[in-house]
């Protein structure tokens, strides 16, 4: 009764204030290892710009998305710490504001050296959700390039742990997949009744043109821009950005 009692609170507040009640409580934090909180000072940006609190919190939820995640390498490539680090790290960073972080439409992550080839789609691809199979699936090559530069807007492990969320958000009834999937729809209901900021968008070529593509594809790319040029989203579509962080529940510094 009181667990049934606290999801309604929760909810009514959660229609209030489009944040969850609460995101971080935990029993016992989970550590990581010293070689793993190097790797994300020296090649994480996201995490030096979280508090010292916040980034206990961050590797904790590293950990755990680390233990309940398989990683299998293709083609030869030795699937390290190293590599299971920083794309763990991505999934982590984009579920932040979620209480529920854990991605459950993603069981199997597969590293390739490189571009491979889909049997499904028949074509060459650097990165592939598999819902079906619980999978995706990364080129390792593409997905360094992703944060080589971290403000021209393509981030392929970003860009494709979204379509992972976007699709657990769907499926899920937790409080964070609720608010996520409502403020996409929030976001296609503003779009689609003003013109102007429709058309603002598409004539700006703030996103690339692959972002029109479909829903999926305007969403993902919509989150890359958000995490790499969070203040030049801001500025030129300040209502757009703020329904991405609403549906990110993102509120650490710098966004």
């Given at each position: 009764?009181?667990?049934?009692?606290?999801?309604?609170?929760?909810?009514?507040?959660?229609?209030?204030?489009?944040?969850?009640?609460?995101?971080?409580?935990?029993?016992?934090?989970?550590?990581?290892?010293?070689?793993?909180?190097?790797?994300?000072?020296?090649?994480?940006?996201?995490?030096?710009?979280?508090?010292?609190?916040?980034?206990?919190?961050?590797?904790?939820?590293?950990?755990?998305?680390?233990?309940?995640?398989?990683?299998?390498?293709?083609?030869?490539?030795?699937?390290?710490?190293?590599?299971?680090?920083?794309?763990?790290?991505t999934a982590v960073m984009l579920t932040f504001g979620?209480?529920?972080?854990?991605?459950?439409?993603?069981?199997?992550?597969?590293?390739?050296?490189?571009?491979?080839?889909?049997?499904?789609?028949?074509?060459?691809?650097?990165?592939?959700?598999?819902?079906?199979?619980?999978?995706?699936?990364?080129?390792?090559?593409?997905?360094?390039?992703?944060?080589?530069?971290?403000?021209?807007?393509?981030?392929?492990?970003?860009?494709?742990?979204?379509?992972?969320?976007?699709?657990?958000?769907?499926?899920?009834?937790?409080?964070?997949?609720?608010?996520?999937?409502?403020?996409?729809?929030?976001?296609?209901?503003?779009?689609?009744?003003?013109?102007?900021?429709?058309?603002?968008?598409?004539?700006?070529?703030?996103?690339?043109?692959?972002?029109?593509?479909?829903?999926?594809?305007?969403?993902?790319?919509?989150?890359?821009?958000?995490?790499?040029?969070?203040?030049?989203?801001?500025?030129?579509?300040?209502?757009?950005?703020?329904?991405?962080?609403?549906?990110?529940?993102?509120?650490?510094?710098?966004?």
């Amino acid at each position: 009764m009181l667990f049934f009692g606290f999801r309604l609170f929760e909810r009514i507040y959660s229609l209030i204030y489009k944040r969850p009640l609460f995101v971080h409580w935990y029993f016992k934090l989970r550590t990581i290892s010293s070689e793993q909180r190097q790797i994300l000072k020296d090649q994480f940006l996201f995490y030096n710009k979280l508090s010292k609190r916040e980034q206990r919190y961050f590797e904790h939820r590293l950990a755990t998305f680390l233990k309940s995640k398989k990683f299998l390498g293709r083609d030869g490539i030795s699937v390290d710490g190293h590599v299971q680090v920083l794309i763990s790290a991505t999934a982590v960073m984009l579920t932040f504001g979620f209480r529920d972080y854990l991605i459950g439409a993603v069981s199997t992550i597969i590293i390739y050296p490189e571009t491979f080839y889909s049997q499904i789609k028949q074509e060459y691809h650097k990165g592939e959700f598999n819902p079906f199979f619980s999978a995706l699936a990364l080129s390792w090559k593409d997905f360094k390039k992703g944060y080589a530069i971290d403000n021209d807007n393509l981030n392929l492990g970003i860009h494709e742990f979204a379509h992972a969320i976007h699709y657990n958000s769907n499926t899920e009834s937790d409080i964070s997949s609720i608010i996520f999937r409502e403020s996409i729809n929030e976001l296609l209901h503003l779009l689609s009744k003003d013109k102007d900021l429709r058309e603002a968008l598409i004539n700006s070529q703030y996103l690339r043109s692959y972002a029109f593509t479909n829903p999926f594809e305007f969403l993902a790319v919509l989150i890359e821009n958000f995490i790499e040029t969070p203040h030049v989203f801001k500025d030129q579509f300040p209502q757009i950005y703020i329904k991405v962080k609403q549906m990110l529940n993102f509120n650490m510094r710098g966004y």
